[in-house]
């Protein structure tokens, strides 16, 4: 199976991503990475943007798709059968829920959910439960669109943030490709 694995700025959940990353490599899995602009700009207290780019070529053994020019084949050239958005930031969740692709990760969104295939969002916000809530719940309504169970990461100190349980990524992926939500989507709080 071939996975977009398409990363936006929650930074702190970087080193959870590349671990999954290289599990799903080793099950066999060709993953194409996909990133934010973001992801390719910024350094920061959780490590360099470049050296984190590095890690990604080097565990997928793929070039990345950094760039709209780059993303834009993937939907008509067929290229991808379940593309995860993982992590998958407030920003990110709310332009595919509202159609706009000003990056190499909407744009993967936008071409991928054209074929009607498997598109899987792995939550990570701060304000998934704020103004964010009507881009969740847009989501969650349309055809294709698969969620990697999320939790309140800390309801007392962040009220409405959501973070998805990464270790359900690889599950979720297959349930997806079998046209199936994992459940439960809402998991109670550590």
Known sequence: MNIGLAITGSFCTYAKILEIIENLVKDGYNVIPIVS????????????????????????????????VEAEPLGPKNMIDVLAVAPCTGNTLSKIANGISDDAVTMSAKAHMRNYKPLVIAVSSNDALGLNMANLSKLFNAKEVYFVPFRQDDPIKKPKSLISDLKLLKKTIQMAEKKQQIQPVLLASD
């Open 37 to 68: 602009d973001a992801v390719v700009k910024y350094d920061t207290r959780f490590g360099n943007a470049s050296a984190f780019l590095e890690k990604l070529r080097t565990l997928t053994g793929n070039e990345i798709v950094t760039n709209i």
